[in-house]
């Protein structure tokens, strides 16, 4: 396992589904975290959230950057799920539920850092430690 391999993208995006996971746990409303409020939302949060996790130990365990790339273009869409999820939560309260909490926040801070980190990962194809190839310049023929 190499950690330098890993690029800024799956650097924001394994922090972000560490947070993600983490806010599972802490309250979403008064008193009451994910796991307890919801039924099948958490544990789609929680995949999502290991998924993104998954791409940073990918990256660091791959040799060339193809994984990594299509990991992280699944992960981006799994992270716009996780927002809109959890955006579905913001705006609809359970039952008997009133107030948000941090944990909420953090979740759908947590989930567009995910979709954010995963869109930089796919976009910047470089990989760490690679050689460094040099292309000679051929002018071009003359008519």
């Known amino acids: 396992m190499d950690l330098r391999r890993l690029r800024v993208g799956e650097w ?11 806010s599972l746990f802490l309250p979403w409303y008064r008193d009451t975290s994910a796991f307890e ?4 939302i958490d544990v789609l949060l929680a995949l999502i959230a290991l998924g993104a996790i998954l791409l940073g130990v990918v990256t660091a365990l791959q040799q060339v950057p193809a994984v990594s790339i299509a ?3 699944l992960v981006g869409l799994a992270g716009i799920l996780a927002v809109l999820l959890v955006l579905l939560r913001v ?25 954010g980190g995963a869109a ?20 071009a023929p003359r008519p």
Do not use: N
């Open 120 to 139: 930089t990962a796919i976009r910047d194809e470089s990989w760490p430690g690679a050689p460094k190839t040099e292309i000679e310049a051929i002018p």
């Open 12 to 22: 924001v995006t394994t922090a972000s589904g560490v947070a993600l996971l983490i």
């Open 71 to 73: 990991l992280g273009a």
């Open 91 to 115: 705006v609809d309260l359970p039952d008997a539920v009133a107030g948000r909490e941090a944990g909420l926040w953090l979740a759908l801070a947590a989930a567009a850092g995910i979709v």
């Open 37 to 40: 409020a919801l039924a099948v």
